[in-house]
């Protein structure tokens, strides 16, 4: 491999393993659970291109996004945590699907997940913010190094856009049943992921030690 290419390398699988695509398309799937294909395309795309947005101001500006509004990272972390938290509570009880029985399409439009919480924290996180602010900064003030990650940091999305629009097969292997338990299962593990970001916030506040793996 290529010198040259080695950073990059590096920079692809550390924003993949962060953004993790393959663990996000289940939990497309049961976001979006009896949504037509077309409709989860777009929800698909309109995620993507909205954390693409979201990542690409915060390489090109850092951390100065959220120091202009007086927003630390840390806090950004428990803020997160705490919405994805509430939609794990969805996920957990069914209330996406209560919602939408008796509501006309165009009601639902309200509940689209493509900006919350699909976009912005799961792919668009803080560890996502955080690593394209560190990897844009290593070579600071190089446009072309800036560029290459941003270019590294899309061909991830693509990834990911690819793997949702395949979760109506993923549906259909499933199961009805399957996509049930799955469901159960994510958010339950949504939200460990959500008091892991809240801990780690208040953690970087120092409000308590992290207790050591």
């Not at 806090?75 to 996406?96: I, P, S, W, Y």
């Not at 097969?169 to 593990?189: A, C, H, K, Y």
């Not at 953690?203 to 207790?211: D, E, I, L, R, Y």
Request: aromatic letters at 8%; proline letters at 5%.
């Amino acid at each position: 491999m290529s010198a040259d290419l080695a950073p990059l390398v590096t920079a692809f699988v550390t924003l993949f393993v962060i953004i993790d695509p393959m663990g996000l398309a289940p939990l497309f799937v049961a976001l979006t659970q009896g949504e037509s294909a077309a409709r989860r395309r777009k929800i698909a795309l309109t995620a993507c291109i909205v954390a693409a947005v979201v990542l690409t101001a915060f390489g090109l500006l850092g951390d100065s996004v959220l120091s202009i509004a007086g927003i630390s990272m840390p806090a950004f972390r428990v803020a997160g945590g705490a919405l994805l938290f509430l939609t794990a509570l969805d996920m957990l009880f069914e209330k996406r699907g209560a919602r939408r029985e008796g509501q006309s399409h165009a009601v639902d439009e309200a509940n689209d997940p493509s900006v919350f919480p699909l976009a912005i924290p799961l792919i668009a996180g803080p560890g996502a913010i955080a690593s394209m602010i560190l990897l844009t900064g290593q070579n600071e003030g190089d446009l072309a190094w800036i560029m290459a990650i941003h270019g590294v940091m899309l061909a991830v999305l693509a990834a990911t856009f690819l793997l949702f629009i395949a979760a109506g097969f993923i549906e259909r292997v499933v199961g009805p049943l399957g996509i049930n338990v799955i469901t159960r299962l994510l958010g339950m593990l949504l939200a460990a992921l959500a008091v892991q970001f809240i801990l780690d916030g208040l953690g970087a506040f120092g409000v308590f030690t992290p207790a050591a793996n």
